[in-house]
């Protein structure tokens, strides 16, 4: 009698005709759905689905076509892989014919199961490529500098000059059937393209923030859909963006360049490419047959928002008959060679909307708009009234006690966005196209009539990273914290990993992304993302080896150099890249500029292996960063530089192993151990294990930072680096982990750790058998904690433990004038502990190709955590539950996966799989360990209880 699997494959074979279920899904070239990419040897993957467990792929065949006929009929004129042994799913490196300039390669891949059998091929997708020789450029740069007509702005006293934005505008005839169209275009600056009026795309702030000198990202657009027959009239409006506009908080200090910093003239480079059903092709490009005139945008800037008067806009400019004969020939722009490349990443878009949950009448035409969430982007504003009528839109994230509109911890950042009234008595609605901002409040004037919830609509702006992550616990307070970081970490990939929205910064700073950047992989896939921002870095790097404080970089002030714990970023995120999606391509390309940051630390400190003190005393400020923002005592910048130094070459080591390079992998490994030698030496008291204060070594009283509390190495910060990064012996480190513990009982069972601290502080906690400890600090809700955030209203990650205190408003007043964002994602760091501790899950190879489930369960406080995560292989799931003397886990393993997961108990009859005993499946257990019962599952989805350890 055929039992239900057999029937089940019986029915499969007959609906199907393959002897296996096993196929590939989400297929993706470059880390992207259907991209246009300019990589001639890009990388494909695909995630494998199945329903039978135990399932991996034997091997796989990708084939490749020239269009989606010979695709279908199987003749793969690029490339036929053929049948490939082995279980590779992503960073399969296409090897076929040489690729073209505007291609399309249509491919598809089908996969063999664990026992030989083929399964169903995927379904079709393609990559296109973009124009990879300089020569298939025709285009000309055009545009127009408006500054010299821009009247001065003062604000806080100081002037703004924001000028108005050009309008260009170009009159074309479509005259045969088109099979093909496609629009490449990029800019100096800011850009919106429209096609008869319509928007092209969906993206904000393109072309994105580069060292412009260095590349300038293009995109390529389907725009067959936006033609008409006959004529039609292709429009672009310009914006001075990172290019030429205010950047970073130049103006504050003072720097003698505020803006410009790349470029005095925003302009377009366009070109339209036509192939006609005929066969025939045809090409518009910029050049100065181009009409140009300014229009209803008088201003706009990234920090300082935008002002649209909506009757000066020409009405009908979209029109084929417009008459512009008063407007000018855009002028073509000299500025030199450029290295034009296809934007790699997710492009900024809308990726929600929020409606207001409460208006505030503050009376004299004043309304407060609270979006109750703290969120980067703009408004879309729905108004009805008369010509000339002006709104005005200011934005905060925070109130003052009065209800009014805090902006000082905006600095210089203006932030405000207007709006004037053409009249239309249908209504109006707006938003703007050059700026955002980092808010929750909005202040509103001018508002003909009373507004309502339907008045402003949020609109939310970030690179559009998909979501990768979850995280859920039966702690309200838990789950909090969780939004939180996932909003803070929204609100700053905005084509860069910022470290705030909304004040007069908003820059890549490296210090935030090293710390955060294997954080942020959990709750997104920002493998493109950071691809194209590790890039930035790499550009940006010092000619003497150092990274910068910040990528891209700009000289936005003369001090900003580099500092021991930033600097790193250039060899820590892309190992971050290559843990959690198996990259070696983004080692190999930046490999040089690593070795040559190696070889600046070599340099810097002097042979010797650590850093002693002063070494860093020449920096502003003295020492470097350090652990910013951490309370109390101050860990000396010379011993988290030795820290940093020896960490990151233990990352080179693995690096270059991963890329064949031997030799250079012993040499880093030596290195690794050379300065964790030379750390012992100097900062450990033999004897005891305790980290070295002695006054004659840092100076007791006196830091290197004005005004802070002097430096000591027995700080919670020091003894958490020496544990997470691997500096100590078994004995050491176990000492290391009492002194850390006791730090923290005698701060009242608080922490005190900072920037370079704090991602660090839970795991050495938990790696030294502290785990309740680690989760009394989770769920503290006193100063300084993320429930004190939470517990202050926070929606988002604050820059300081004490951004704001609800009970003392002359605290908030000092602090919101100088350095205050609460939307900041590097104590956001935490939740790489909760995703790896609370719910278990850690990487045994990069990609997660191999992993293990082991969740540190509390004697107390939460007996729900649900964690899963989206990676390149598929999704991992990991939840459990106690029930009073009971854990009942669930996990999901992705197909071609393998995991050892640890129950938590110790006694193995007590085990129940999938509602049956253990103990009589058949499946082996492994050995004891520390109270965990290891088990090894392929893929599928488990159900476990046991009795609690």
């Known amino acids: 009698m055929p039992t239900k699997l057999m029937l089940t494959l019986f029915i499969s074979l007959t609906l199907n005709g393959f002897a296996s279920d096993i196929l590939p899904t989400y297929l993706r070239c470059e880390y992207l759905v259907n991209p246009v990419i300019d990589e001639t040897s890009p990388r494909l993957s695909w995630v494998l689905k199945s329903d039978m467990r135990d399932q ?29 042994e082995g279980g590779q799913t992503y960073q399969v490196v296409y090897e076929g014919k040489p690729l073209q300039s505007g291609q399309i390669c249509y491919w598809k891949v089908r996969s063999w199961d664990k026992n030989g059998e083929v399964g169903p091929w995927s379904e079709a997708t393609a990559w296109e490529m973009g124009l990879l020789e300089d020569a298939d450029w025709g285009a000309e740069w055009i545009g127009k500098d408006y500054t010299d007509e821009a009247e001065p702005i003062t604000y806080k006293g100081k002037p703004l000059i924001l000028p108005p934005s050009p309008l260009l505008r170009k009159p074309i005839d479509v005259k045969k059937k088109v099979k093909k169209a496609r629009l490449y275009v990029t800019a100096l600056g800011l850009y919106e393209f429209k096609i008869n009026g319509e928007r092209v795309g969906k993206d904000y702030l393109s072309p994105g923030w580069t060292d412009y000198d260095k590349r300038v ?71 100065d047959s181009w009409k140009l005139t300014k229009g209803g945008t008088l201003a706009s800037d990234i920090l300082h928002g935008e002002t649209y008067d909506a009757g000066k806009e020409p009405t009908t400019w979209h029109q084929p008959g417009f008459d512009d004969s008063k407007w000018e020939n855009a002028s073509i722009i000299q500025v030199g060679p450029r290295n034009l490349q296809v934007y790699p990443a997710q492009p900024v878009q809308v990726t929600d909307t929020l409606r207001p949950v409460s208006i505030t009448d503050r009376g004299n035409g004043e309304y407060i708009f609270d979006m109750g969430q703290n969120f980067a982007g703009v408004v879309s504003l729905k108004v009805k009234g008369n010509p000339g009528d002006e709104v005005v839109l200011r934005f905060g994230e925070m109130l003052h006690e ?106 890549g700073w490296t210090g935030d992304a090293q710390t955060y950047g ?93 850093y002693p003190e002063g070494s860093f005393a020449d920096l502003n400020p003295k020492g470097g960063y350090g652990d910013w923002l951490s309370v109390g005592k101050k860990t000396p910048p010379d011993m988290l530089a030795t820290f940093y130094y020896g960490y990151v070459a233990g990352l080179m080591s693995e690096m270059a192993r991963a890329i064949g390079k031997v030799d250079r992998a012993s040499h880093y490994g030596q290195l690794a151990e050379k300065v964790k030698q030379a750390f012992a030496a100097h900062y450990m008291d033999q004897s005891t294990g305790r980290f070295k204060t002695d006054a004659t070594l840092y100076g ?53 750790t900072g920037f370079l601290g704090v991602k660090q502080l839970l795991p050495a906690l938990s790696k030294t058998g502290h785990v309740d400890l680690a989760y009394q600090l989770l769920l503290n809700t006193e100063y300084p904690s993320w429930g004190f ?71 107390h406080s939460i007996s729900f955590v649900s964690t899963e995560n989206r990676t390149i292989n598929g999704k991992i799931l990991s939840s459990w539950k106690k029930e009073g003397d009971q854990v009942m886990l669930k996990v999901e393993i992705p197909v071609n996966t393998r995991a ?5 108990t110790s006694d193995e009859k007590s085990i129940y799989l999938d509602g049956k005993k253990l103990m009589s499946s058949g499946i082996s257990i492994g050995k004891l360990q520390e109270g965990y019962c290891p088990l090894q599952l392929g893929s599928g989805v488990y159900e476990i209880k046991a009795d609690l350890k």
């Open 789 to 859: 955030e939470i517990e202050n209203g926070a929606t988002t990650i604050w820059e300081r433990w004490d951004s704001y205190v609800k009970d003392d408003p002359e605290k908030m007043e000092a602090l919101n004038a100088g350095m205050n964002s609460f939307s900041h994602y590097a104590f956001g760091s935490v939740y790489e502990w909760m995703f790896r501790n609370m719910g278990g899950i850690n990487a045994e190879e990069p990609g997660y190709r191999k992993f293990t489930i082991k969740p540190e369960i509390p004697s």
């Open 900 to 904: 050892v997961v640890y129950i938590p």
């Open 518 to 610: 294997g954080t942020s992989t959990l709750n997104m896939d920002v493998a493109a993302f950071f691809t194209k921002w590790i890039q930035d870095l790499h550009d940006a790097q010092w000619e003497y080896g150092a990274y910068p404080d910040y990528a891209p970089a700009p000289p936005i002030r003369a001090t900003d150099t580099f500092a021991p714990g930033w600097m790193e970023a250039g060899v820590i995120n892309p190992y971050e890249m290559y843990r959690a999606y198996g990259d070696t391509r983004i080692i190999e390309k930046g490999w040089d500029q690593m070795e040559h940051f190696m070889d600046f630390h070599a340099k810097r400190s002097n042979g010797k292996y650590f």
């Open 402 to 507: 009065d209800g009014s509109l805090m902006v000082e911890n905006l600095r210089m950042a203006r932030a405000t966005d207007t709006y004037v009234l053409n009249g239309d008595p249908q209504g109006e609605v707006w938003a703007p196209k050059f700026t955002y901002h980092g808010f929750q409040y909005v202040e509103v004037t001018g508002y003909p009539g009373v507004p309502d919830e339907s008045s402003i609509t949020g609109l939310v702006l970030g690179s559009n990273t998909p979501r990768a992550g979850h995280f859920e616990t039966d702690n309200e307070m838990v789950n909090q914290l969780y939004s939180n970081i996932v909003w803070t970490q929204r609100a700053n990939f905005v084509d860069i990993p910022t470290d705030c929205p909304q004040r007069d910064e908003r820059m």
């Open 56 to 84: 991996v792929q034997s091997a796989y065949q990708v084939l490749v076509a020239s269009s989606p006929d010979l695709l279908e009929k199987g003749k793969a004129d690029l490339w036929d892989v053929g049948k490939v």
């Open 700 to 752: 007791d009283g006196e830091g290197y930072v004005d005004g802070q509390m002097g430096f000591s190495g027995h700080t919670q910060t020091a003894y958490a680096n020496a544990i997470y990064m691997g500096f100590l012996t078994p004995e050491q480190e176990h000492k290391a982990g009492e002194y850390l513990a006791n730090l923290i009982r005698e701060n009242d069972g608080k922490l005190a």
């Open 217 to 287: 990202y293009y995109s390529v657009h389907d725009v067959e859909e936006w033609l008409a027959d006959g004529e039609n009239v292709l429009q672009a409006e310009l914006s001075y963006g990172w290019y030429s506009g205010y950047i970073g908080y130049a103006l504050l200090v003072g720097n003698p360049t505020v803006r410009a910093f790349y470029g005095q003239t925003p302009a377009l480079k366009a070109e339209l490419h036509l192939s006609y059903e005929d066969g025939s092709t045809e090409k518009w490009q910029t050049d």
